[in-house]
């Protein structure tokens, strides 16, 4: 069974930085899972969004946070990490982590259905 674990979301003014975590028990712990990060603002209808994923050396940003956002694993640990640099209110949001065996097709891993695992979320606030 996998289990993941987010921490690090707090409130931060804009141009500020944060580094989430979130540490994975179960297969994970393999290259043949990709683990990510989709975040969605609250009280809207709006659907999960992706915003990365590391699959073996392979990286994966939207748009929107290229430049700003790196992610990154540490094995020992069996972590994942996101630094967010240069946060903007838009980035406000509860962040998940995920995670999915390896996808053959790079674009599904934009799809939240695409994932079977799932954290608690944990939630960051900008403010201007």
């Known amino acids: 069974q996998v289990q993941l674990v987010e921490s690090g979301g707090a409130s931060v003014q804009a141009g500020g930085s944060l580094r989430l975590s979130c540490t994975a028990s179960?297969?994970?712990?393999?290259?043949?899972?990709?683990v990510g990060w989709f975040r969605q603002t609250p009280g809207t209808e709006r659907e999960r969004e992706f915003v990365?994923?590391?699959?073996?050396?392979?990286?994966i940003y939207v748009d929107s946070v290229k430049g700003r956002f790196t992610i990154s694993r540490d094995d020992v640990k069996n972590t994942v990490y996101l630094q967010m640099n240069s946060l903007k209110p838009d980035d406000t949001g509860v962040y998940y982590c995920?995670?999915?065996?390896?996808?053959?097709?790079?674009?599904?891993?934009?799809?939240?259905?695409?994932?079977?695992?799932w954290g608690q979320g944990t939630q960051v606030t900008v403010s201007s």
């Open positions: 995920v995670a999915t065996p390896l996808l053959s097709n790079r674009y599904a891993y934009l799809r939240p259905t695409s994932y079977p695992h």
């Open positions: 179960g297969h994970t712990g393999n290259y043949d899972y990709a």
């Open positions: 990365a994923v590391l699959s073996w050396n392979d990286r």
